[in-house]
């Protein structure tokens, strides 16, 4: 079955205490990213990986951090986290480039940082 | 920048009714808009992917339109059930660095009433 899988499902975590979300897809999909969803703000994008060793910013980068060493993993890390990191995190992934393909995502990942 | 805009932000209705659901874009070189479905705390379920070059894409009672030339879509639900309450998500794949970032609407949240 085609799917993203992320661990953990909840997590609750003190601040400054490094942790990483897992992102696993068995699509060999080229293209993954990271989103966090927060009430009135909707989905923003973290990081996104065009492909294995190549990542970029999205439009939330502050205090995360990413790497793509093989296709089908994509680990959020939360250097040190804070309370302002409390949020709905997803993981995705698609083909990339202009290939009009759907795009997947994981069942999201609640993190609480007090 | 792309912005993408749902109205209403949340709707009400008998079970039974039809409704459309509506999303709007500014920027319309895209390669394709995608319908997701969100239950509360869940993941996102993909419901229909309409490319730059279609007008609608059907998928039992719901049915998406796209009308790139204006920035806007609908997405039509036939004979609503209690079980299609949930939050619908439009997000659009544009052009540029990131060709595979969608860009989320903040959502339409669906309550239909048995």
Redesign the interface.
């Known amino acids: 079955e085609a799917q993203v899988t992320q661990n953990p499902r909840y997590l609750i975590t003190v601040t400054g205490k490094k942790l990483t979300v897992t992102c696993s897809q068995n699509m060999n999909h080229?293209?993954m990213?990271w989103?966090r969803q927060d009430p009135?703000?909707?989905?923003r994008?973290i990081y996104?990986s065009?492909n294995v060793e190549v990542t970029?910013k999205?439009d939330v980068p502050e205090g995360y951090k990413v790497s793509r060493k093989e296709k089908r993993n994509f680990p959020l890390i939360l250097e040190s986290p804070s309370p302002n990191q409390t949020s709905?995190y997803?993981c995705?992934s698609?083909?990339?480039?202009?290939l009009?393909?759907?795009?997947?995502?994981?069942?999201?990942t609640?993190l609480t940082v007090v | 920048k792309q912005e993408v805009t749902q109205i209403p932000a949340a709707l009400s209705v008998p079970e039974g009714e039809n409704l459309v659901l509506n999303c709007s874009f500014t920027d319309s070189a895209i390669y394709n808009l995608q319908w997701f479905r969100q239950d509360p705390g869940k993941g996102l379920t993909s419901l229909l992917l309409i490319q730059s070059s279609q007008r609608e894409q059907t998928s039992g009672r719901l049915n998406a339109s796209l009308d790139k030339s204006s920035g806007r879509s609908t997405l039509y639900i036939a004979a609503s059930q209690p079980g299609d309450s949930a939050t619908y998500l439009c997000a659009v794949k544009g052009y540029g660095g990131s060709q595979g970032n969608l860009i989320f609407g903040k959502g339409t949240k669906l309550s239909v009433k048995p």
């Open positions: 080229e293209y990213s989103y009135g703000l909707g989905l994008q996104y065009m970029d999205g709905l997803f995705a698609s083909f990339g480039g202009p009009n393909t759907e795009a997947f995502f994981g069942q999201g609640r």
